[in-house]
Every structure is written in C-alpha cells, then in structure tokens.
C-alpha cells in the first residue's frame, strides 16, 4: 500500500550551522565561531545518519541538501564521508540530486573540485545582489565581482549551479531590479531563487527596522510591482516560475525543495533541522535542539531531538495546503480529501475561481497569476475554520 508521503518522495537536509558572518536580515539556524572541531562535527553528522537510517530502512532517498549557515565551510573529507554514509544507508534513485550551498567569500577552486569529487552534484549559492553597495548594506562580506568569480568556478565544476537574489532592497527602484535581474539572468544558469526582502523579528533588520531607522524600503504598491516585473523578465529569459520564489529551466527545479512543496518525508540533521516523517502510519513534525554545542554533545547519544509532534490528518491536510499551493503545478484535492477525511467546500473554489484566483482543472487546484500575488489570503480562504 502507497502511503501518502512517497507521492512527495523523501529527501535528507544536513544543517552546518556556522557561517563567517552573521547577516542582518537572516533568521537561520547560523553561528559565528573562531574554532570548530571538524573532526567531532563529522563524527556527530555520521552517528546521527545511522540512528535514522535504522528508522528507514529501505526507501529511496531522492535528494540531499547540505544548507546553513555556510556549509562550503565544511571540509570536504567531511562532505565525502557524510556522502558515502548516506550511499551506505539507504538505496538511492539513480539521479540522486545532492546540493551544497555556498557564499562567494567560501568559494576556492580547490575546494569545489574536493566536493564534486565527494559527490556534490550541485551548487546553490548565496549571491543576493549584483553591486558592492547593497551587499554591504545586506552585511555580506564579498563583492559583486567575487560573486561572479565564485559563480565562474561553480560552473567549471558542476553541470547545475543556483543563485539567490533578494529584492525589494533598500532606496531600490524598479528599473534597478529590472536591470539587475536581466543582468543576472545573462550567466549561464538553469536555476535561480529571488526573494523578496522580508524584515524578520530578531534580526539586526528587524530591530533596526522597530526604531525607524530602516530606512527606503518599497512600500506594498512597489513591491507588488517589482514580483510582477520578475515574473516577465524570467519568463522572458525562459526562466518561468515553478513555485513563488523559485525559477528554472524544463528539467532544473529543485528536487530537494520539491519535496518539501510536494509534502515527501525528509529528515532534518543537525542543530535547529526540522523533518516530517512518516512511521508506522503515523506522520510526526521532528525538530532538533538549535544550539550548536547541545546538539554536538547529545548527538554521541542519540538525544539531539525535542519530543516529536504527531500531526493529526487535518494538520497534514493543512501542512499539505501551505506547501502544496506554492507550486505552479498546484495540488490533488484528491490528496487533500485523502489527508483531511473531507473535501474543500464546492462553493469556497467556485468563489476563488470566479475572482481569479483559483483554477481547477483535472482535480487540481492551481492558483492564478493574480492568486499569487495575495497567496496567503488565497490559502486562509481554504483553510477550514
């Protein structure tokens, strides 16, 4: 019997949680530290993997993702030997997608040629903006030009290269990302992530923004605007959006994102991962313990987990609505109807079709152009109360 999660597929996410410099506007699990013992993180990273694995026995592991933090920080023996663990483990599917984010400030030749040697088949790298002064009004600590040295070694290296780009940036003008996206989309990529600045609680953005001194920020006219001018130049590019954030060629998407859009089981390793896991029947929200140094320590014991959540089915029918609708492939109501034990009321998807938000077409709901412009109303409407 088919259980709900492998119409998703299962996919494994490695948390290295330190970078050389924390950025303002980042809400991650990220840490700067003069010393890290590589040695005992690779040793934590390898007993980790073997005490999930004895939970999932079996499956196909369809992707792996190395995020942060900066995990081109990492040695590459450790990469390699995480790497032929994880081959150990589980059976793999044949185009097993195996991902390292990377800053340009982490990116040497030597060290890119050591991580596809390990079996690193593709990179997404942090780039974020195309010019010195918004980089350093980002708090990043390389320059446009590094940028583009660290994307040339990136290609030299691997068939599939990503970057990510933030808009909506402070004193940004329209034509500014018009320009800087057809600039960006001149390199030869087949995939790119461009999100819209987001001021988070507990940031250094976010206090800066609370005492008004955040200044030059689009306001929501603009910024609606600049998503829309987005969406033309990268379809334009034949780049078109495959989920909100997220733009590739026929055949480049994300496959370990897809996962997590599609509602798979992923497993999350390392400090503050997150993973939904399907046992027995039973989906459960894991979580592990966000400080580095708790995590290291228990991870020689196997106690690196909070207590795992067991989602009822209308919280993965829920779960399933927020990651699902996301994607420009949209989602099986079907599916839904499977997950919830109900379906989504007939005159709530006449209503948003016939505003233009919605489509449904062979069983799916798809959300419009226009939709995706107010996503979240479009999914609090389909929420039931």
Known sequence: MTEDWQQGGFGLYIHWPFCEAKCPYCDFNSHV????????????????????AAETKGRVL??????????????????????????????????????????????EAGRFAAFRQAGVNRVSMGIQALNDTDLKRLGRIHTAQEAFDAFDIARK??????????????????????????QALTLAIDHISLYQLTIENGTAFGDRYARGKLLGLPNEDLGADMYQVTQEVTHAHNMPSYEVSNHARDGAQSRHNLIYWRYGDYIGIGPGAHGRLTLGGVRFATECYSNPAR???????????????????????????LMGLRLKEGLSLD?????????????????????????????????????????NAVIEALIPD
Not at 160 to 172: A, C, K, P, T, W
Not at 299 to 321: C, D, H, N
Not at 346 to 373: D, N, W
Request: with cysteine; net charge negative.
């Open 295 to 321: 995590w290291l320590d228990g991870a020689t014991r196997g106690q690196v987990e909070k207590q795992r959540q067991t989602l009822s089915k209308q919280e993965q029918a829920t779960e399933f609505l």
């Open 335 to 375: 599916r839904y109807a499977s997950l919830s034990g109900k379906t989504i009321p007939e005159e709530t998807l006449s209503h948003l079709e016939g505003i233009g938000m919605i489509k449904v077409s062979s069983g799916r709901i798809i959300v419009s152009e226009q939709g995706f412009m107010v996503l």
């Open 157 to 182: 290296h691997f068939d599939r290269v990503s970057f990510d780009l933030i808009y909506g940036r402070q004193e940004q003008t329209l034509n500014d990302w018009k320009s800087e996206l057809s």
């Open 33 to 52: 530290s003069r010393s890290i013992d590589q040695a005992a993180w690779c040793s934590a990273y390898l007993s980790e993997l073997e005490r999930v």
């Open 62 to 107: 369809n992707a792996v993702f190395f995020g942060g933090g900066t995990p081109s920080l990492m040695n590459p023996d450790t990469i390699a030997q995480i790497i032929l663990a994880i081959k150990s483990h589980w059976p793999t599917a044949n185009d097993l997608e195996i991902t390292l984010e990377a800053n340009p400030s982490s990116v």
